[in-house]
């Protein structure tokens, strides 16, 4: 469960580069808000130290995410598929890709954390107590109870105000079309942590976010081939953290993307918020995940394999394309045209319903071809996508040829 990783902060954290360059070349530092009279002007520099050395005891709130990222209307694309999908009314984890989402959210500490995904239909919670993790869903009645290893016990020790929930996939891993912040705090992180001299930061005035009054952010590509128009973030006045994160792309006027909150408290929340007992009539599902010593004992073999699964990075900063080859249970089409099975020649019912949803899934985009080869296209308001018959991919905030470009590159 990537959301509950060991260490989050190596992910999602701005690091401590992103104060060091606020006064460089990536940022223009003597950019003030124009705050209104009840507030002081702050920098761009002065903001991201804020929100650099925020620290929170604990906090509960409403926060809604709105998703349109001009994915097609195929069914399964969107987690939940069909209209349920992306209405807000599906309650499944799975279904956040498009649409519009209501969560609640509570934090206390480094190792006490609860998301509630709220829908017509059901909640699905992520629940942390400690080294207790739980996942339930009211709709189907399940519920699966990790135990983390003794390690994570102590949580992440990067500071309250950053460990929240709900954190991105591992360095390295493919990107999951799921994996989208569910709170502000996740968001605006995952942006700060992109900072570097291909992205300008200045400031936009104030606003007020859930009652509160908050300064603007504004992070903005240097390279004009993003997609990706600028990203704000509306900053608590007080507490120094993210209420607010909106992406806009260069194709829509409106936010392709953007959570906030609508209520916030910054009380700790009662403890008994993180005390889960799953009610009668639910199915438990027990996984204890093994130690990070235990994982690292891994065969020569194995870890190979999975350095070779790793994506390529092609290109810098907002433009950067991933460049890797699906996984054989996926059922990605050989160069010879057939579908691969298991690396050792047996796909479970798991991977062989799996691979043939995502190949009905790719029958019904676009095709495309180049010097690079063929494949289907997924184009985006925020990203594109170029899944190839041989089974590779390629991934970015840019425009298709880019990622033709990186295929071609790496053939």
Known sequence: MSVFSTHPATRWLAPGAAVVLVGGVALAANHRASADPSLPARSAAQLLVDVQQARLAGLSGTVVQTSNLGLPSIAGLAGGGGAEGGS???????????????????LAGQDKQRLALVGSLGESDLIRDGRNVWMWS????????????????????SGAAGGAPGAGATPGASPSPTDLPKTPQEAAQRALAALDPTTSVTTSGTSSVAGRSAYDLVLKPRDAQSLVAQVRISIDATKHVPLRVQVYSTKTANPAFEVGFTSVDFATPAASQFAFNPPPGTKVTERTLPAKADLQKGSAAARAEAAAARPTVVGKGWTTVLVGTLPASTGSKTPTGGTSGDRNGATGAGGANGAAQLQGMLALLPKVSGSWGSGHLLSGTLFSAVVTTDGRYAVGAVAPDRLYAALAAQK
Do not use: M, N, Q, Y
């Open 88 to 106: 807000g009314g599906s309650s499944a984890l799975s279904s956040t890709i498009a649409g519009t989402h209501t969560w609640r959210v509570w």
């Open 138 to 157: 009211s709709k189907d009645k399940t519920a699966t109870h990790t135990v983390l290893p003794a390690e994570s016990a102590t949580g992440d020790h």
